[in-house]
């Protein structure tokens, strides 16, 4: 899985205990068991009283004295699946992960047809890094029961693992099918997303997980990792701190937030973060390094130097951590000791641009010069991008008289300066372009959207920021023309679909409007915003039938959606099934009282069913609720006048 991202493959599910097996797994959602409503014995007996004391003990956060009852029971009655699932899952996170594993075989082996202990020797596996026996284990459940949902998640996380994502998607897309609400399942298709370099489809994953799950820390902090991408700093902070608020032991969010905060030139802020990231995580070598960088930059070399001794101490097969040791050896002048490590992480990945740079270097110092243009040469092959290594070949070069060549290479170390310049710039209008838009004004913004845009062309999140500044304009086929380019560019991302079907809509062109509404389905067949809105459109094209089809389709998913059942009363009223009507209304206003147009709504109803009195007062608790709602007011003031 690519560094950063946040699974959901460490949920553990017990018959009556949930658990996440480590601080950087953040997960949320769980599989809807009962509870037993326990009466505990004060002298357990039997297995059951000792297992529902262990219940208890657990609950009350008594880890050891809770495996203390388990094994009890199970002393009394080793077929005790229960007992063997709930303490693998007190042993798991306890840290013993072999003895986990071994209590949900015992639990699968005591009753195969126990599910949760089936998913939970899935995700020990998974902990364990051995992908093909998590799918084995999975598999064996789903061939008991192949609507098993959680069964087809960790069959996919199981894959995805082994690098089949066409399968992984396969099977976490049915999961998703099975249980819209299984928030691990869209963070799961982000993470496949995010794999396949398809960022706004992975966003537009991460978002729907966390609006399933509010409380999903490791969405927000997938979803702020893929913000950064996109150059929208200002919500990839949102959704990091989001996250550590959440879950302040969540290590990938604050890494994210330290790389983020780095990238802004805040360099006591991110070396916290990065602190903060090994307070939960000791063994995060990207944080360990990435702190190490910035105390190197800001002239603490020792520090930086014991952070990459750590780094190498902790994985001494890491040749990043050894091309960062030797870095910052060279800095301090021990080029004998750098030369060392810097062979060593050439010769643990020969691929490792950096390493062969810095080697290169190295080499230079010791007068070597044949050995350092082959060093350098090879970082340049490696990383053409690497405009330091390009300048450094390219005065060697110069010194062995090599012009051309060198000029060949100060050209296109030049080159990548300025595609580097126009990038920062280009992203740094972007941010003034979104601040500008958040105070609404329209006119800065898509200046600054247009001079980001100027700088450079394919910065997909300045012309999607630009298209909804020309929306708020009014310049509805400006804000068309930049949208179409967008999805051209980006066929995966939803929320551009989207919105370009709101534009289209809005410019009266239905049917186009409700074909970028079903694009937008076609990537993520619950995206609510497209079906509400689809869902509109088919009405006012006079497919009342295919649009209430789609409201409903939307509350199978979310009963508790209030504006799909609103908008569904609605149109039961224009087509006068005001008995419909009036029962959505009821339910709304009895689940959510303080809707006031919901209000007004069911007060239209009873007026035109002949209940002024009954309308009335829904007008009048309308306008207590919202004083403002002129139509309300207006309804109002009429039933008045008929009651007269």
């Known amino acids: 899985m690519p560094q950063g991202l946040i699974s959901s493959a460490a949920l553990f599910i017990g018959f009556t205990l949930t658990e996440v097996s480590a601080c950087a797994q953040s997960v949320a959602g769980q599989l809807p068991v009962g509870k037993l409503q326990l009466q505990v014995q004060q002298a357990p007996s039997g297995p059951l009283a000792h297992y529902r004391l262990g219940i208890t003990l657990y609950h009350e956060g008594k880890l050891d004295d809770a495996a203390a009852e388990f094994r009890a029971a199970l002393a009394l009655n080793s077929r005790l699946a229960e007992a063997h699932n709930d303490l693998g899952i007190i042993l798991n996170r306890q840290g013993k992960r072999e003895a986990a594993r071994l209590e949900f075989e015992a639990a699968v082996k005591a009753n195969p047809k126990y599910l949760e202990a089936r998913y939970n020797l899935a995700a020990a596996w998974l902990d364990a890094g051995k992908p093909a026996l998590a799918a084995e284990a999975a598999r064996a459940g789903l061939a008991q029961d192949p609507q098993w949902s959680w069964g087809q998640y960790a069959l996919g996380r199981a894959v995805e693992e082994s690098g089949d994502l066409d399968r992984a998607e396969q099977a976490v897309a049915k999961a998703v099918e099975l249980d819209p609400r299984m928030a691990p399942a869209w963070n799961e298709l982000g993470i496949i997303a995010v794999r396949r370099g398809q960022v706004g489809e992975a966003i537009d994953h991460f978002r729907k997980a966390i609006e399933v799950d509010p409380n999903f820390a490791g969405a927000y902090a997938n979803l702020g990792a893929q913000l950064m991408k996109t150059q929208d700093a200002g919500g990839a902070g949102d959704a990091l701190r989001k996250a550590v608020s959440l879950e302040p032991s969540n290590a990938s969010a604050h890494y994210s937030l330290g790389l983020l905060l780095a990238s802004q030139g805040q360099p006591a802020a991110a ?88 080697l290169g270097l190295v080499d230079k110092h010791f007068g070597d010069n044949p050995r350092a243009r082959t060093e350098l040469d090879r970082a340049v092959q490696l990383d053409p991008g690497n405009k330091e290594a390009r300048y450094a070949l390219a005065t060697l070069l110069r010194a062995q008289g090599d012009a051309a060549a060198a000029q060949a290479q100060f050209s296109e170390a030049d080159q990548i300066n300025r595609q580097g310049i126009n990038r920062d710039a280009a992203q740094g209008a972007n941010r003034a372009g979104t601040l500008l838009a958040e105070k609404k004004d329209w006119d800065g913004a898509i200046a600054q959207f247009q001079k980001a845009l100027e700088l450079k062309p394919d910065l997909g999140q300045a012309r999607f920021n630009l298209a909804g500044a020309l929306r ?22 939803t929320e551009a679909r989207y919105q370009l079907g709101v534009i289209l809509e809005r410019s009266g062109s239905l049917p186009a409007a409700a074909e970028a509404y079903r694009g937008a389905l076609s990537l993520n067949p619950v995206f609510t915003p497209a079906q509400l809105s689809l869902a509109e459109v088919l009405y006012l094209e006079g497919q009342a039938k ?99």
């Open 271 to 358: 070396a916290g973060e990065f602190e903060r990231t090994l307070d939960c995580d000791r063994g995060h070598l990207g944080a360990r390094l990435e702190w190490a960088r910035i105390a190197s930059g800001q002239g603490h070399s020792d520090q930086a130097l014991e952070l990459a001794r750590e780094a190498v101490k902790l994985y001494p097969r890491s040749a990043e951590a050894h091309a960062a040791l030797g870095s910052f050896e060279r800095t301090k002048g021990d080029y004998r000791q750098a030369q060392s490590e810097l062979a060593q992480a050439v010769r643990l990945n020969p691929r490792l641009a950096a390493a062969h740079y810095e």
């Open 546 to 644: 295919a649009g209430r089809e789609e409201l409903l389709t939307v509350l199978k998913v979310d009963p508790a959606n209030l504006e799909a059942r609103y908008t569904l009363a609605a149109y039961m009223l224009k087509e006068n099934d005001r008995r419909s009507a009036i029962e959505e209304l009821t339910r709304i206003v009895n689940q959510q009282q303080n809707f006031a147009p919901a209000h007004n709504l069911l007060g239209v109803a009873y007026a035109q069913g002949g209940d002024t009195p009954a309308a009335i007062a829904q007008f009048r608790k309308a306008l207590e609720l919202d004083p403002g709602l002129a139509d309300a007011q207006t309804n109002l003031d009429l039933a008045l006048g008929n009651k007269h």
């Open 472 to 493: 708020e304009k009014g310049d509805l086929a400006g804000a068309e023309r930049e949208l179409r380019k967008v999805v051209e560019a980006y066929p995966k991302w």
